[in-house]
Structure formats: structure tokens, C-alpha cells
Nanobody
Framework: QVRLVETGGGLVQAGGSLTLSCAAS????????MAWYRQAPGKQRELVAH???????NYVDSVKGRFTISRDNAKNTVYLQMNSLNPEDTAVYSC?????????????????WGQGTQVTVSS
């Protein structure tokens, strides 16, 4: 069973910084794409940042220049460094990973999700 566990959320004042971590555990062959999503109250979930297994990244326009996604493949962990936070960044942040598992019929990719962590930015 593969699990993704996020840590690092909390309450921060506007202009502050937070770093989120998401660690994958369990038995699997490898991890491909990893990403961070967020969902604010009353809004749809949006993709915040994505990183491929070769390190390529992309971001939603609203966080470009403020957020940085990175990964440590040896630790099966993805990070989201968030700087210059503002109240509009308040949301539940969840990580997602495409995990490659070995099955009887070969390798299979499955998209797993973490449980989410609350980020609240006060004005």
C-alpha cells in the first residue's frame, strides 16, 4: 500500500514563508510526476505546481516567482517552498504522485493523493 503524507502546513502572516513536504512510503518501483494542488473554500481544486521525474517544473501563474517545487528522489519526497504568501494562498494543499508499482502483469502507474494540509495566511 502506497501512502503520501504531507507536513508543513500552518498559520502564517502575509509576506511570510512556509515549506510543505510530501513523502511517499510503501512498496513501489519508482515515482514519475509529482505535483501540489490546492483547494480554497468555495473554489475548485487547482494545480499549483508540477515536477516531472527529470526535474522539469511548471507553475500556475499566480504563484510564479513566489513558489518553488522540488523533489528528492532518494527520499521519495516532493517539497513546495512558498514565499511572499498572501491571504489568497489560503487553502488545503494536497500532493499527488504517479507511482509505478510492479504487478503480476508488469509495471503499472497509479495516481496517489495525500490527505491534505491546511495553509492559512492572515492579513
Amino acid at each position: 500500500q502506497v501512502r503520501l503524507v504531507e507536513t508543513g502546513g500552518g498559520l502564517v502572516q502575509a509576506g511570510g514563508s512556509l515549506t510543505l513536504s510530501c513523502a511517499a512510503s510503501g512498496t513501489f518501483f519508482s515515482i514519475n510526476d509529482m505535483a501540489w494542488y490546492r483547494q480554497a473554500p468555495g473554489k475548485q481544486r487547482e494545480l499549483v505546481a508540477h515536477i516531472s521525474n527529470d526535474g522539469g517544473t511548471n507553475y500556475v501563474d499566480s504563484v510564479k516567482g513566489r513558489f518553488t517545487i522540488s523533489r528528492d528522489n532518494a527520499k521519495n519526497t516532493v517539497y513546495l517552498q512558498m514565499n511572499s504568501l498572501n491571504p489568497e494562498d489560503t487553502a488545503v494543499y494536497s500532493c499527488s504522485a504517479v507511482v509505478i508499482e510492479q504487478t503480476t502483469w508488469g509495471k503499472k502507474g497509479t495516481n496517489y493523493w495525500g490527505q491534505g494540509t491546511q495553509v492559512t495566511v492572515s492579513s
